[in-house]
Nanobody, 122 residues
Framework: VQLVESGGGSVRAGDSLRLSCTYP????????MAWFRQAPTRELEFLAN????????EYADAVKDRFTISRNSAKNMVLLQMNSLKPEETGVYYC????????????????WGQGTQVTVSA
């Protein structure tokens, strides 16, 4: 299943963006949804995850005070509200789904979206 992301764009430092990710199928097997970031010349970086019931969330230290992950169960959608964005956070943002546990490493996620570009200018 390929997830569908939206909401990327070009903003200035300090601005906010909200990313959306939809799981286009039956969700009974989904355990956790997460967001990752691929910045130029850097490895894929974990940002946040949320278990499917929405009861537990985890954040990377670099974003925990500025990003908020949430879930819209009615729409099979996961959101990432990003505030106070920084130029170094420019990159492609990916949504992913895991079917066991609540991992923070990308290899544990089995379904991915195509990515959405976020560009933050100084």
């Amino acid at each position: 299943v390929q997830l569908v992301e939206s909401g990327g764009g070009s903003v200035r430092a300090g601005d906010s963006l909200r990313l959306s990710c939809t799981y286009p199928g039956r969700t009974y097997s989904v355990a956790t949804m997460a967001w990752f970031r691929q910045a130029p010349t850097r490895e894929l970086e974990f940002l946040a995850n949320i278990n499917w019931s929405g009861e537990r969330v985890e954040y990377a230290d670099a974003v925990k005070d500025r990003f908020t992950i949430s879930r819209n169960s009615a729409k099979n959608m996961v959101l990432l509200q990003m505030n106070s964005l920084k130029p170094e956070e420019t990159g492609v943002y990916y949504c992913a789904a895991a079917f066991t546990g609540q991992p923070s490493t990308p290899e544990k996620y089995e379904s991915w979206g195509q990515g959405t570009q976020v560009t933050v200018s100084a």
